[in-house]
């Protein structure tokens, strides 16, 4: 079965940076396109970046040019580079097939940006 396991968030102060990092397995990483995704306090998760099978990427206006997102298909494991962090990217962090996320979902990594 599908298994998430994100990593990598904490507490840091606007402007800096963190990495984050999503172990999958029980899928066929190398030819599903991942994506990371954020749930801010009182809000609903929201799309984030996506990395296709190409490695192509794209991303949300709100972390364009900060955010970078990356994978290692030999290690079934999807990144997110995160710069120039601000307090309104705070929120829970999750990784999730791009495009259309599977139904399950990890626990997510819990990122918090003091200003």
């Known amino acids: 079965q599908v298994r998430l396991v994100e990593s990598g968030g904490g507490l840091v102060q606007a402007g800096g940076s963190l990495r984050l990092s999503c172990a999958a397995s029980?899928?066929?990483?190398?030819?599903?396109?991942m994506g990371w995704y954020r749930q801010a306090p009182g809000k609903q998760r929201e799309w984030v970046a996506v990395v296709t099978i190409g490695g192509s990427t794209n991303y949300a206006d709100s972390v364009k040019g900060r955010f970078t997102i990356s994978r290692d298909n030999a290690k079934s494991t999807v990144y997110l580079q995160m710069n120039s962090l601000k307090p309104e990217d705070t929120g829970v962090y999750y990784c999730?097939?791009?495009?259309?996320?599977?139904?399950?979902w990890g626990q997510g990594t819990q990122v918090t940006v003091s200003s």
């Open positions: 029980g899928i066929s990483f190398r030819f599903t396109a």
């Open positions: 999730n097939r791009g495009g259309t996320p599977f139904d399950y």
